[in-house]
């Protein structure tokens, strides 16, 4: 079973499940899940670790 990834939706004011998360890299060279609220629909973003962005990419 895949992994549930949580993030913070500000329009929500409460913490969501990401819908169809990806995988990006920032500028700064930082890993993060992109995706979207199941509440408000509204794009989310999760700053992971490296060792998390080796298991999510890895599935």
């Given amino acids: 079973?895949?992994?549930e990834?949580?993030?913070y939706d500000?329009?929500?004011?409460?913490?969501v499940k990401l819908v169809d998360p990806e995988l990006v890299?920032?500028?700064n060279g930082r890993k993060?899940?992109?995706?979207k609220?199941?509440?408000t629909?509204?794009?989310l973003f999760r700053i992971?670790?490296?060792e998390d962005a080796e298991k999510f990419s890895s599935k």
């Fill in 1 to 3: 079973m895949d992994k």
């Fill in 5 to 7: 990834w949580i993030a």
């Fill in 10 to 15: 500000v329009k929500a004011r409460k913490k």
């Fill in 25 to 27: 890299t920032l500028k």
């Fill in 32 to 35: 993060a899940l992109k995706g």
């Fill in 37 to 39: 609220s199941r509440e």
């Fill in 41 to 43: 629909g509204i794009s």
């Fill in 48 to 50: 992971i670790s490296p």
